[in-house]
Structure formats: C-alpha cells, structure tokens
C-alpha cells in the first residue's frame, strides 16, 4: 500500500487499513528505536501504538493530508516515535530541538499546562475504555464506524433511529458525569 | 426531540463534519460566545475522541497480537522442524550406532570364530602329525631324506622350511617322473607306484602343515580334493571332514 493509501484508509477509519498499517511498519518502528535508544521490544510496542494513535489525530484533524506530507510517512512516523518517546521519559528531552519534532508539538509550550491535558485525556480514556454494552458498541458504531442512527438501530436491534439517540444520549450523559470528577 | 438531543446532534454534526459551510460557521459563532455550548461541545469532543482511540487500541492490539502469534507459530515451526531435524539427526545418529554396534559386534563374532577355528584347525593338524609315523628314509634316497626333513620340520614348527622343503620334493619327484620315462615294464610299474605314494604323502604332509598353521579353508579344500580322489589318504581325509571340519 502506498503511503496515500494509508492516509486515506486512516482519515475513513478503516479498521482494515490501520491494521495493515501497523504489520507494515511496527518492524521498521520497533527495530529504530531498539537499535538507537536501547529501549526493549515491549517498550518501543506500546510506543508505537500510541505513535499511530498520534498518526491517527493528525490525520483526521487535518494537520497532516496526502498534499502536508513532506517525507515518507514511515520518516513522519518516526518523528512522531521521537517526541512521544520524549513525553514519555524526560531524558530525551534533547530530541525536543528537532524541527520535524517542532512540527508535530501541541500548541501549549507551556509543560505544566501539557502535562494537565496529557493526564485529562488518560483519565477520559481510561473512563471510555471502562464503558460496558450497549454503550460501548452503540458509541463505536457512531463516532468510529459514522453509522447513522438509522443503521445503528437495525444493527443493534433498536425500534427506531430514535431509541438510538436517546440511549446514546443516556451513554453521554453517564460519560459526562464519571469524566467530571476528574475536574472535580 | 429535547433541546439537549439537538444540541449533541449539532455538535457530533459539527465534530463528523457534517455541517455545510454555512452551518459551521454559525455553530463556531456559536461557540465563541455559548460558554455553555463550548463546555459542551469539549466534553462531547473528548468523549468523542477516546471512543474512537480506544476502538483503535484495540485494531492496534489484535494486529500486535496477530503478529506475535505469527512470530510464535513461525519459531514453533522452526523448532518443530528443529525438533524433527534433531530427533532425525539424533534417530540418524542413534542408526549409525546401532550400525556401528551391529557391525562390531559382527566383527568380533566373525574374528572370534575364525579365531576358534583356527585354534580348532592347529589342533586337528597336531593330532594328525602325531598319528603319524616317520618316515623311512634310505642312505641313497635323497626324496625320502627330505620326506623325513619335512616330517621333522613339521614336528617342530619350522612351518616355512617344511614348506620350501615340500616344494622342493616335489620338484625332485618331477624329475624323477621325466627320467623314469626311459623304464619299462616292472621297474617303470614300481618306480610309478613308488612316486604316486610320495606324492600322496606328500599332499598329506601339505594338509597336515596347513592344518597346523590354522589355515582352515586351505587345508579343507585339500582334505575335499583328497577325498575325491583314489589315494591312500582318502578314508583319512573324509573322516576329518566328516566328524571334525
């Protein structure tokens, strides 16, 4: 597959593509960072998991498209290895002053404010990931699969497009409410 | 539909994009200045991005999972083969021990018997000598001198001069034969008879040295020969072959 071909599979969220993704590059990732940083196979694993979730955000927020991509997207993946390898562990905060890494920084420079957020994200994360049936498929068929309410009902056996919009209602709701005690 | 349902409608609207131009610049209006409207649309916005990151989690997890699964399954075949190799290399190995073993053991049952059989033979022939009587050997008769040499030889183990000597009277009875065709009539009767029982004897004295030599297979072709034939050592020959070879 052509590295357009990933982009678009990425920005339509297609589980195949993805998948076929990170088959295609989690040698060439894993064996980077485990020659250059010395880092084991199931450190530089989780690494690029969340390097292709970072991948992922870029893509489907528009800051990277097949027109922005400068290199290769396995070079781009790489830098995203670099700054996230940097969030994660502190000693390779010399990496910080790479210019592709600059590319790729969140708009806060301030630490404290990008650490605040980091954490926010995990807890959300982690509250979402928690979720029990229906919501968790219900949610999926949404905002992964851009099922409408319609399909969704057929799908998940629901009277109506309706009956889905008032459970994922209640889904949001009770999401809402765990995710605001972390605020609190 | 509730006034909430609308307003999570127009915001997962606006995060799907959705929304036609006009509509999203009218919900961004919006939210510049609808604080409850943008606190809403950040948590439906986060909720919105961890589904989608935890789904793909998941994709990324099964996909590490399948890889790793194939990396077990490629070892276990390369071990498995490794295994199937080894067990061969190690069944192969054990055949040629076994082999090995077998031909030795072969080896040693064959040298051992040839050993008892030519241990059996040296004491056939030692028994035969000593049944034997020396011969007579007349002042004037150079072939009975060596028949009686060659008896004596025997008796004492000088194997290889009792073997020269033998060849050599041999010769000597050849010659004898060549002269006697100038004889005639009861002279040329007897010297024959004479030289056909020097010649048997001496054959027998082959055998005998053979035999005490341990040259099985040697001495029971010359017994077999002598057993075929018309001469005096014919009953002699058979009995050895018969009850003792």
């Given at each position: 597959?052509?590295?357009?071909?990933?982009?678009?599979?990425?920005?339509?969220?297609?589980?195949?593509?993805?998948?076929?993704?990170?088959?295609?590059?989690?040698?060439?990732?894993?064996?980077y960072f485990m020659t250059h940083y010395k880092k084991d196979e199931d450190y530089?694993?989780?690494?690029?998991?969340?390097?292709?979730?970072?991948?992922?955000?870029?893509?489907?927020?528009?800051?990277?498209?097949?027109?922005?991509?400068?290199?290769?997207?396995?070079?781009?993946?790489?830098?995203?290895?670099?700054?996230?390898?940097?969030?994660?562990?502190?000693?390779?905060?010399?990496?910080?002053?790479?210019?592709?890494?600059?590319?790729?920084?969140?708009?806060?420079?301030?630490?404290?404010?990008?650490?605040?957020?980091?954490?926010?994200?995990?807890?959300?994360?982690?509250?979402?990931?928690?979720?029990?049936?229906?919501?968790?498929?219900?949610?999926t068929a949404f905002y992964w699969d851009k099922m409408s309410q319609a399909d969704i009902a057929r799908k998940m056996n629901y009277n109506n497009a309706e009956s889905v919009s008032t459970q994922k209602y209640k889904c949001m709701k009770k999401l809402q409410t765990l995710i605001n005690k972390f605020v609190d | 539909m509730?006034?909430?349902?609308?307003?999570?409608?127009?915001?997962?609207?606006?995060?799907?994009g959705k929304m036609s131009e006009e509509e999203r610049l009218l919900f961004e209006s919006d939210l510049s200045k609808d604080m409850k409207l943008k606190t809403e649309?950040?948590?439906?916005?986060?909720?919105?991005?961890?589904?989608?990151?935890?789904?793909?989690?998941?994709?990324?997890?099964?996909?590490?999972?399948?890889?790793?699964?194939?990396?077990?399954r490629k070892l276990r075949s390369i071990e498995d083969t490794e295994t199937a190799s080894h067990k061969i290399r190690h069944l192969n190995f054990s055949l040629k021990r076994i082999t090995s073993l077998a031909a030795a053991i072969i080896v040693i049952v064959f040298v051992g018997f040839n050993v008892y059989r030519t241990s059996m033979v040296k004491e056939l022939g030692n028994e035969c000598y000593s049944q034997m009587s020396a011969p007579v050997?007349?002042?004037?008769?150079?072939?009975?001198?060596?028949?009686?040499?060659?008896?004596?030889?025997?008796?004492?183990?000088d194997y290889s001069l009792a073997q020269q000597n033998i060849q050599v009277t041999y010769d000597m009875l050849d010659e004898l034969k060549t002269e006697s065709k100038s004889l005639s009539g009861e002279e040329l009767e007897y010297i024959t008879q004479m030289l056909s029982i020097l010649e048997q004897d001496l054959e027998w004295y082959k055998v005998i040295l053979n035999m005490k030599q341990g040259k099985f297979r040697t001495a029971k072709k010359q017994l077999?020969?002598?057993?075929?034939?018309n001469g005096i050592h014919k009953n002699d020959a058979k009995t050895l072959l018969k009850e003792k070879l």
């Open positions: 597959m052509t590295d357009k071909e990933f982009i678009d599979g990425f920005y339509e969220n297609n589980d195949r593509i993805i998948s076929s993704f990170y088959k295609t590059y989690r040698f060439m990732f894993t064996s530089v694993s989780d690494l690029f998991q969340d390097s292709c979730i970072t991948l992922w955000g870029n893509i489907t927020n528009g800051k990277l498209t097949n027109d922005s991509l400068s290199s290769s997207l396995s070079t781009y993946l790489i830098s995203i290895g670099k700054f996230t390898l940097m969030a994660k562990d502190r000693k390779y905060k010399e990496i910080v002053n790479d210019e592709e890494i600059q590319k790729l920084r969140f708009v806060e420079d301030d630490e404290e404010e990008l650490k605040n957020r980091m954490d926010k994200e995990e807890f959300v994360y982690k509250t979402v990931s928690e979720m029990k049936s229906p919501c968790s498929e219900l949610l | 509730s006034v909430n349902d609308n307003i999570q409608e127009r915001i997962d609207k606006y995060i799907q649309y950040e948590s439906q916005k986060e909720i919105a991005d961890a589904v989608q990151k935890v789904h793909l989690k998941n994709i990324l997890m099964n996909a590490e999972e399948e890889l790793r699964s194939s990396k077990t050997s007349r002042s004037d008769s150079p072939i009975e001198a060596n028949m009686l040499e060659i008896y004596k030889q025997l008796g004492s183990g077999k020969a002598i057993a075929n034939g």
